[in-house]
């Protein structure tokens, strides 16, 4: 019985209205279907093929656990060993663990957060199809014995041209620094959808705690994978063309290789445990049936974790020589950063205690979790003691630590999360009466499996090592692992069954809400998302407004057809969600897909050494990205739309309200994140090595970089220009091409002036510094270049105006950054050798 | 009533207190890591150590901060226009922070009181 309370669109619906609403996001069909790029389809190939990356990496630990089963075993060869071990830790971290939880973010969060899509379709198709196509190619490089072998972080100097002269370790840099490119457009994706596109009223007080662990993730992962693209791309330039970062004889360090991973590595931990964290708030209180105990401290501990996180780092390096006091402010951070794990630990329990936690598949799991990861967490506050870690570093005890904490952390939440949320994309639910068979299996298997090896290592037995000599005495308890490993992997093998015996995705038909849980995921939806969007009032909007989802499913709240006759949402206040504009979104396109494939294409191709073609890629890549962006700016070319309750809203907006403008904010934030890598390397080698920095009379003089700063000025000066001359179309295009121009002009003088007095980035470690810098900022330049004449042509063909202007307002502030970190290198590189010198 | 908050101004306020930590952090480790590479680590000033007591005077600006943020937090003078849009939870969230961040800006920098400074370990 529907509630007589004053609703948006009370009237039934027309039928038309609901038709059409179908039609606009009706998938494509047969071969097309891959051009889709609604979140739900996007949503699902993403966990799919994250969880074949899981099942692939398992199989790699199931033959190591073969080899170590029995001492002095020649199942494995030592080369095979390493690749294996490599290419488990690889994948496991790369393309399972961050893919699957941005994967479920990109399934679940529009639909609770009462959104019809995230707000840019395609960026999400084309990270996935990125990821897809260059995550396959990348483990294939097994079968041909070129995979990576230097482990799962490639330390310099083993990993060097050197000490590792084949292409097994060019897969990693390039293929993992491109998968994380993917990485970061999801983050940029998740970050503006959680922000723009809640339903009205879902003030960041009312939002879904998984959405607060999704916002962190977006931020860590803004700030810390920009760390690992840098090193990445450092360790590259050295292998490829000799520049010297990690060489100690040219002035270079291993360590900077250690800071730069870790600054990216120890957030990565934790950008994989609080999605985890997020899925069990939401969880927990749907088995407890009452609202989770101390949502505001849990918030608390969400943002406290992604702060704390970024002060680890240097616990992954106690034993490498860093001062002790050093060291002892990291074990201060690492000892800290358990308190907000706890306060979310304890927010759970007492959930479970408040309520009548139903024992179903989904609460084994969630129990399974909090046993593995609390052992998990009193572990890692003993190696975060510096001298316990010198005793147990590099041996199975931190083995058995991380996967107490990664397994337990994440794996056992996820599989929590399956059970608990295939209903809404499935038409059946999973078995009851196998998930308890699987959820034994793989408790009782990952204990087995991990728990010997915090003995083995203590006894002394060290990662990475082939095999063993039998009088160590270590093989009864690696027998003991092994037998483990089988029995998770059986566990995991009794869960595809499961999933083939009932998960019959639909986006159409769905089981609905088995579970009776209070947020707005479970409401009825379609391809369309929500039939109609709500005003939201509390956390748990199906517990407090029991009509509600009728409600939603008949079309009596806002938006309940596209008035625009295009796919749409609401695009609303990022802190008080008040209505503000309609999104028209984009559907199904094959410009995405293609340039996914052109973008794989150069970076793998650019490893195995075949330049034309990889070149060839990246300009498929750079055409289809041009054609896609070509049609994102459609101007207000609409009147406001009408979405009910007298409610209109204008369908497009500039300048900050924008949710591009709030996008392309987060990709500078990246880009400043790359930036400030790039700047720590420059100073860390100073550090390290002052010898080979240059003495004053070797350095530029200061007449070139003064002109390139002018050069840099005059650029600036065009792009506020045009800001406020885009009525005038022929003023806009000069100031346009001078801008390029004098961007390129400066970058070409701060080039010369280093190069006219003879370094070059091969001789030292200043060198490789210097260019380093400077060919970021170069790549940020021309990228710039590329994006200011494509708001020329898009002025040259009429589509650019005063009122049709979030293409330039994008360029603008990519400009502007541009010139400010012109500005920064040329200061640095200039001025801090006078300083110091 | 103001209803509007910009988010930017706003999530500085509301994180302000774990940014403060966050440049503390930075501060003391980039502090220790030069003068241990590039300084002397055994000058004095009054018979105590210069390194230590530079780091507890960043320590105390840290604190002075983050003392100030807690009780602009607490007293509500800063959120007042988060109150009036309704939004006290931001507010709590901000004074929240504010003490989270001083509680461990203190515990890290608690072992420059005894811990060797740059001997090799």
């Known amino acids: ?837 | 009533m103001n209803t509007k908050l910009p988010f930017a101004t706003t999530s500085l306020r509301v994180g302000a207190g774990f940014l403060i930590w966050a440049a503390h952090f930075a501060a003391v480790y980039v502090y220790v890591a030069l003068v241990c590479a590039r300084g002397d680590p055994a000058a004095q000033w009054l018979g105590t150590s210069t390194t230590r007591l530079n780091i507890g005077l960043i320590t105390l600006i840290a604190v002075a901060l983050l003392g100030y943020v807690s009780w602009q937090s607490l007293r509500g003078t800063w959120h007042d226009d988060m109150q009036r849009a309704a939004q006290p939870f931001l507010a709590w969230l901000g004074a929240a922070i504010a003490l989270f961040g001083l509680l461990a800006v203190l515990w890290t920098a608690m072992p420059a009181l005894w811990v060797a400074l740059c001997r090799p370990v």
């Open chain 1, 1 to 837: 019985m529907m509630s007589e309370r004053n609703l948006p669109n009370p009237a039934p619906r027309p039928p038309s209205e609901f038709d059409k609403l179908c039609r606009i996001w009706r998938p494509p069909r047969g071969w097309r279907f891959l051009s889709a790029v609604n979140n739900t389809y996007i949503g699902m190939f993403y966990v799919g093929t994250a969880l074949l990356f899981f099942i692939l990496a398992g199989i790699l630990a199931l033959l190591m656990r073969v080899q170590l089963a029995v001492p002095e075993n020649q199942f494995l060869s030592p080369d095979t060993y390493n690749q294996f071990f490599t290419m488990h830790g690889t994948v496991m971290m790369f393309l399972f663990a961050v893919p699957v939880v941005e994967a479920v973010g990109v399934l679940l969060l529009p639909n609770m957060l009462g959104a019809r899509d995230l707000p840019f379709p395609r960026l999400s198709a084309y990270a996935f199809w990125a990821y897809f196509v260059g995550g396959i190619v990348f483990f294939c490089s097994l079968f041909f014995d070129v995979a990576p072998d230097g482990g799962w972080f490639l330390y310099p100097p083993l990993s060097s041209i050197v000490f590792s002269p084949g292409v097994n370790n060019d897969w990693w840099l390039l293929g993992i620094g491109f998968i994380e490119i993917s990485a970061i457009a999801g983050a940029i994706e998740l970050i503006v959808g959680i922000l723009r596109t809640r339903a009205p009223g879902m003030k960041l007080s009312e939002m879904p705690i998984y959405a607060w662990a999704m916002l962190v993730l977006g931020g860590m992962i803004v700030f810390a994978f920009p760390a690992v693209i840098v090193c990445t791309l450092l360790l590259e330039l050295e292998r490829a063309f000799h520049w010297p970062f990690f060489m100690a004889d040219k002035g270079g360090d291993p360590l900077l290789w250690q800071h730069l991973f870790w600054f990216f590595g120890h957030p990565e931990v934790y950008i994989i445990f609080l999605p985890a964290a997020g899925m069990v708030s939401m969880i927990v209180p749907a088995m407890a049936q009452v609202k989770l105990i101390g949502y505001r401290l849990t918030v608390l501990a969400l943002v406290g974790t992604g702060f704390l996180s970024f002060g680890l780092w240097v616990h992954h390096m106690f034993t490498t020589g860093i001062p002790q006091l050093s060291l002892s402010f990291f074990t201060a951070a690492s000892m800290a950063v358990a308190i907000p794990s706890g306060i979310q630990v304890f927010a759970w329990i007492a959930t479970f205690a408040a309520g009548r936690a139903k024992m179903h598949t989904p609460t084994l799991f969630l129990l399974g979790f909090l046993f593995i990861f609390v052992l998990g967490g009193l572990t890692g506050v003993m190696v975060a003691v510096v001298p316990f870690d010198w005793q147990a570093h590099d041996s199975y005890f931190v083995v058995a630590h991380f996967h107490y904490v990664l397994i337990g952390g994440m794996v056992f939440p996820l599989f929590a999360a399956m059970y608990y949320w295939i209903p809404t994309v499935s038409r059946r639910a999973l078995s009851e009466r196998l998930g308890r068979w699987v959820f034994a299996l793989m408790f009782i298997g990952f204990n087995v499996t991990f728990f010997p090896m915090h003995i083995i290592g203590m006894a002394g037995m060290p990662r990475r090592v082939y095999t063993y000599a039998e009088q160590l005495g270590w093989g009864p308890l690696n027998m003991l692992s092994t037998v483990g490993a089988f029995i998770l992997a059986a566990g995991i093998l009794l869960f595809l069954i499961d999933m083939a015996r009932n998960f019959r995705p639909s986006a159409t038909e769905t089981a609905g809400n088995v579970w009776n849980a209070g947020t707005l995921e479970w409401a009825p939806n379609s391809v369309y998302a929500l039939r109609s969007i709500p005003t939201v009032t509390s956390r748990e909007p199906l517990w407090d407004q029991p009509t509600l989802a009728e409600e939603l499913d008949a079309g009596h709240w806002y938006l309940p057809d596209a008035p625009t006759g295009k796919r749409e949402s609401i695009v609303t206040h990022p802190i008080d969600a008040r209505p503000q504009y309609i999104v028209q979104l984009p559907g199904p396109a094959w410009s995405c897909f293609i340039a996914a494939l052109g973008t794989a294409a150069f970076f793998l191709l650019l490893t195995v050494k075949l330049v034309a073609p990889a070149v060839i890629g990246g300009v498929i890549a750079i055409a289809a990205i041009w054609y896609w962006a070509w049609t994102t700016d459609p101007g207000p070319i609409r009147l406001p739309a009408d979405i009910g309750g007298g409610i209109t809203l204008p369908v497009y907006a500039t300048g900050p309200m924008s949710h591009s403008w709030w996008a392309m904010v987060v990709l500078l934030l990246v880009m400043g994140s790359m930036f400030m890598s790039v700047v720590f390397t420059y100073l860390f080698l100073w550090t390290v090595s002052p010898d080979v920095w240059p003495a004053h009379e070797s350095l530029p003089a200061l007449g070139t970089p003064i002109t390139a700063a002018a050069a840099l000025l005059i650029s600036a000066a065009c792009a506020q220009y045009a800001h406020t001359r885009l009525d005038r179309p022929h003023a806009t295009r000069v100031a346009l091409a001078l801008g390029a121009l004098t961007l390129l002009g400066a970058l070409f003088l701060a080039l010369s002036a280093q190069w006219r007095v003879g370094l070059s980035p091969t001789e030292s470690a200043y060198g490789a510094a210097v260019y380093g810098m400077l060919s970021l900022t170069g790549v940020f330049i021309v990228s710039t270049v590329m994006m200011q004449l494509f708001t020329l042509a898009r002025s040259c063909y009429g589509l650019l105006n005063a009122e049709r202007r979030v293409t330039f307002d994008n360029t603008r502030l990519m400009w502007l950054y541009t010139v400010a970190q012109g500005f920064l290198t040329l200061a640095l590189l200039h001025g801090f050798p006078r300083m110091t010198g």
